[in-house]
Nanobody, 121 residues
Framework: QVQLVESGGGLVQAGGSLRLSCAAS????????VAWFRQAPGKEREFVAT????????YYADSAKDRFTISRDNVKNTVYLQMNTLKPEDTAVYYC??????????????WGQGTQVTVSS
C-alpha cells in the first residue's frame, strides 16, 4: 500500500506560482508512475501531468504545457508540480496518484486526498 499526501495548495493571484508536493509513505514511490490530476467543481477529474519512475519521461496535458513542471525525488519519496503563470481556470482540487503510465484515472491505484488551488483574477 502507498499513502499519498498532497500539500502546497492555496490562494494565488493570476500570473503567480505555486509548488505542489506529493509525499508518499508505506511503500516507496520509486517503482510507480506518478501523475497529477485536478477536478474543478461540477467537472470531471482531468489529467494534468505524469512522470515515470525514473524521472526521465514526462507528459503534460495541453493546458499544462510550458507552464507546469512535474519532477520527482525518489530519495525523498516525493513528487512535485511546479505551476507558473497560473490562470483562474487552473482553480481546482489537485490530486496526486501512483500507478501505471497513462492519462486516465483508472491507470492509477493510489490517490491522495487532494489540495485546493484557487487562482483569483
Amino acid at each position: 500500500q502507498v499513502q499519498l499526501v498532497e500539500s502546497g495548495g492555496g490562494l494565488v493571484q493570476a500570473g503567480g506560482s505555486l509548488r505542489l508536493s506529493c509525499a508518499a509513505s508505506g511503500r516507496t514511490l520509486s517503482s510507480y508512475t506518478v501523475a497529477w490530476f485536478r477536478q474543478a467543481p461540477g467537472k470531471e477529474r482531468e489529467f494534468v501531468a505524469t512522470i515515470r519512475w525514473s524521472g526521465t519521461t514526462t507528459y503534460y496535458a495541453d493546458s499544462a504545457k510550458d507552464r507546469f513542471t512535474i519532477s520527482r525525488d525518489n530519495v525523498k519519496n516525493t513528487v512535485y508540480l511546479q505551476m507558473n503563470t497560473l490562470k483562474p481556470e487552473d482553480t481546482a482540487v489537485y490530486y496526486c496518484a501512483a500507478g501505471r503510465w497513462g492519462t486516465v484515472p483508472n491507470n492509477y491505484d493510489y490517490w491522495g486526498q487532494g489540495t485546493q488551488v484557487t487562482v483569483s483574477s
